[in-house]
Structure formats: C-alpha cells, structure tokens
C-alpha cells in the first residue's frame, strides 16, 4: 500500500518504518521538508518526505497520528480524500478540534475519505516491539466503515499486532479514546511503566462442562 504518514512524532515515525519494512510504500507528509520531527523517519532509506498536499495526494491510506485539535487546520492541506482511507491515531486527551469531540469526527464531518479509528490505544513502544513472552498483544479499532477496517486490521498484522479487535462502530471511538486513557493511567499515572499492554483472552468452551449441563437437563 502507498501510506502518508501525517505526524512524524512517535507514533508516526514507529508505524511508518514498521510499515516499510512490511513492504509499504511511505510518503511523510510534513508541512517543511526541510525541517520536522522524526529524524529515524528522516534517515530512513526509502521514506519519500513531501508536503503534506503532495503525501496525501499519491497515498491511498493516510495516518493521522497529530495532535487531536490541529486536524482541522489539516484538513484542508489533504486535498480532495476521496477514496482514501484516512486511520485515526489521535486522542482529544487534553485539547479536541474547535467544534468536535475527537478529530475522528472532524474527519468524518470534512472530507470524503473512509475513517477508521486504529493504533491510539498504545504507546509507541508496543508498536516498535508489540511481542510480550513470544506472544504478540492485541490491536484495537472502531468505525463504520468496513473497508476501512479491513485495511487497518491488515496494517496492524503487518505492524506485528496479533490481532486487531472490532470496539465496533463510529459511536465506539470516544469509548476507544477512553480506552487509551485506561494504558495512560496505568503507565503514567499509576507507575506501571510503558512496557505495558492489553491483550484480549478468550475461554474455550470446557466439553466437559456443556456435557454435565446436558445431563442436568
């Protein structure tokens, strides 16, 4: 996939050389291809920087991994989104976009792009190295849009992730920004670390328990 990287903080520039070494293609977009954050992102062979206009212009998949309330003034430098599929990674922890509660649905409201709310749920450390004990965490994402969803899901996999779970739709994204406030806590606030992650277990259904429910029956 052709993919513009919109942020090359942490999390940006951790998901876009993962993303490389997968295989992607990797536009920067930046607004000064002289001069921007993310200098392993900078070095890195491969990673084509360009404007913010002219990344989104030749990707088909664009991250926003920006502060939640400057999306707005973005926005506008995207182009026309049509057809693309703009992956949320922002959380309006501490500012939200003027006139929206997430910058999800700020990018819902303003382009035409399929929106798909991923990779915000963890620190970037689990996206450089998402293996805890040889077991790889889990992923998680909320959207509407199914086509969206496919790609993030397959973005995750190709990132590391075990798996990339469904919070379900586009009224799930506050509950998944909330989400990410519960790592924050433990990692920041209650002094876990940030070599910390979630993993979704299931129990398999015990036979012999369903066949001693039978015969009570």
Partial sequence: ????????????STLALKWLAAG????????????FKGESLAAAPGVIVQSIGE????AEVILMATPAHVVLDIIPELGDAAGKTIIDATNAVRM???????AFAALEALTAAGIVKCFN???FENMANPVYDNEPVDMFMASNDEAAKKIARQLALDAGFGCCIDFGGS????????????????????GMGRNIAFKL?????????KSAMATSQ
């Fill in 1 to 12: 996939m052709k993919i513009a990287i919109i942020g090359t903080g942490n999390i940006g």
């Fill in 55 to 58: 990344a989104s212009g030749n």
């Fill in 201 to 209: 277990v299931k129990r398999q259904p015990n036979m012999t328990s």
């Fill in 121 to 123: 749920s963890t620190g």
């Fill in 24 to 35: 992607h293609t990797i536009f920067a977009g930046v607004r000064d291809v002289n001069s």
């Fill in 171 to 190: 009224d799930k994204v506050v509950l998944l920004e909330q989400f990410a406030l519960c790592w924050i806590n433990l990692a920041m606030m209650q």
């Fill in 96 to 102: 939200k976009p003027d006139g929206y509660d997430t």
